[in-house]
């Protein structure tokens, strides 16, 4: 018989579900995410944290985990290479999983890798609760172990996610230096299908007197104006006409070094199915994003101008120079397990590129 322990919310909230993890209390902040796939990829997202992750699809665990797996350093089926969540809140779980691939089940993943678990929870009711107030601190805490609420964007998230040495991938004839804040393994895999060689490397390099031929600026967990490394290096290298692109955090690193400002989401972006909508066009794209943070538009400067918007709340979802080739977006053209809509946009900022080698 499965031991029970609580999810308990900042606002008193506490919720009781059967446990399927490692039996240890941890701490975070509760986000939802509405994906039907893809625990995999989202249990190894390094934006996710310190978050305690609860997934609003009915059904987990069905087709278990995959064999951990490298090519040319990079994880095959993962994100990176290891879980980053503080702990997993599910409706249901499948303690038979079958998929020809899979080698385990995601309860054996999570004791693993230390990661509390709670399932037969009412997710819907949870999801309704978190829209109505927000993203909230909570703990999965066991009787046995109390333990004390953790705010994680008070923390450097990124410093803990990000890498500690340079390191390169790929022979391609374009050189892209790559600032890795919690960088997703899909997307070096998405920039090597161009003909690239990615330089990577950690979030506070200094990357100013480097040689490359586009900059990329990643992903990554936590508040914004805690990195204050990669935001003074952008400020440096926005003073020339390099091609620039950054995705999720680093559209927000690129708003601060710009000089705007970014805000705390009430229940911040985190699911499959988020519409986007082409600034100046008729085109609307569907997106994975997964963000508690987002740019101010009306603190941008005359050189900059929103690219997309989110159609749900009209927050900003993507940045572009008037006169520069440097752009960003808040969601992910990368998404795995899906949906890839947006993937175009790695074509776009490689075509930016040769343009630069070009002169």
Known sequence: MSKTAKLILEDGTEIVGKTFGYERSNAGEVVFNTAMVGYPESLTDPSYKGQILVLTYPLIGNYGLPVYSETGGIPNFFESDKIHISGLIISDYSFNYSHWNAIKSLADWLKENKIPALYDVDCRALTKRIREKGAMLGKIEFADHPIDFWDPNKDNLVNMVSIKEKVVYGTGEHKILLVDCGVKANIIRSLLKLNTTIIRVPWDYDFTKEEYDGLFISNG???????????????????????????????????????????????????????????????????????????????????????????????????????????????????????????????????????????
């Open 221 to 359: 967990p936590g508040d914004p104006v805690q990195c204050e490394s990669p935001i003074n290096n952008l400020k440096v290298v926005l003073t020339e006409d390099r091609p620039i692109f950054g995705i999720c955090l680093g559209n927000q690193l690129l708003a601060l070094a710009s000089g705007a400002k970014t805000y705390k989401l009430k229940y911040g972006h985190r699911g499959y199915n988020q519409p986007v909508l082409e600034v100046g066009t008729n085109r609307a794209y569907i997106t994975t994003q997964n963000h508690g943070f987002a740019v101010d538009e009306s603190s941008l400067s005359e050189e900059w101008e929103p690219y997309f918007i989110n159609l749900n709340d009209n927050s900003n979802e993507g940045l572009k120079h008037k006169n520069k080739p440097i752009c960003s977006v808040q969601f992910h053209p990368e998404a795995s397990g899906g949906p890839t809509d947006t993937e175009f946009l790695f074509d776009n900022f490689i075509d930016e590129v040769k343009k630069w080698k070009q002169k």
